[in-house]
């Protein structure tokens, strides 16, 4: 089966410095990885994803990197701000099913001023 | 609608109480997934539907847990005779086509 686990379970960063999360999985087969964003009391919110045919992909301020040699995911946030305090969940779609996600127990991201 | 809507957002059951949980998904989303997330952790998947059809429910913890969508739209997740383990929040997701998973709020069921 997959199984995905992160490698910090709290990350402190300075107001406007760079944020990486790191995020491993165990199936090589998997297809589709999402990362969310988790605030206290709210459901997982959506932030960027990628596919298994791809290494990097970009949003705003986010970069997603995905290594599958070594079955390994980031997500980088440049120039973090107080708001993007949360926990992070990466989220794994293995290939052959119907898209059910499997999410990591979670980064706890705290940002100080 | 616009998001995920689920009722109750809060719901404290005495033990061996049974609840009902309910997820509006956005309309038209054919995809509904059930999640539990204890605290501290990730969610853990429970049960899927695909439209009407209940097509994955390998992740219900018991028979106690029961979820149904008969038309295709709105859900219940269904907890008979609740125990304090079945403490956690429940969040539902629904989805279009396989991606753009949106999430609700979830319902934070307390058993005491």
């Known amino acids: 089966g997959e199984s995905v686990g992160l490698h910090l379970p709290t990350l402190s960063v300075q107001e406007g410095d760079n944020s990486i999360i790191n995020c491993a999985y165990s199936n090589s087969a998997s297809d589709y990885f999402i990362w969310y964003k988790q605030e206290s009391g709210k459901g997982p919110q959506f932030i960027i994803d990628i596919r298994s045919n791809m290494d990097k992909r970009q949003g705003q301020r986010v970069t997603v990197l995905l290594n599958k040699t070594v079955k390994h995911l ?27 996600l499997i999410f990591g127990a979670g980064t706890r991201l705290a940002v100080h001023p | 609608g616009a998001g995920v809507s689920q009722s109750p957002r809060y719901k404290v059951a005495k033990r061996g109480q049974d609840v009902a949980l309910r997820c509006d998904p956005i309309s038209g989303h054919v995809s509904l997934f059930w999640y ?14 695909q439209n009407e059809a209940q097509l994955d429910k390998s ?54």
């Open chain 2, 59 to 112: 992740g219900l913890p018991s028979d106690r847990f029961f979820a149904e969508r008969p038309e295709g739209s709105v859900s219940t997740l269904k907890i008979q005779r609740t125990q304090q383990e079945d403490s956690a929040v429940y969040l539902c997701a629904s989805s279009l086509a396989g991606t753009g998973y949106t999430f609700g709020s979830g319902t934070r069921l307390t058993v005491v």
């Open chain 1, 74 to 100: 980031s997500l980088q946030i440049a120039a973090t701000q107080p708001g993007d305090s949360a926990v992070y969940f990466c989220a794994v779609v293995p290939s052959g099913g119907y898209n059910k």
């Open chain 2, 36 to 49: 539990q997330q204890a605290l501290g952790q990730g969610p853990e998947f429970l049960t899927y539907f």
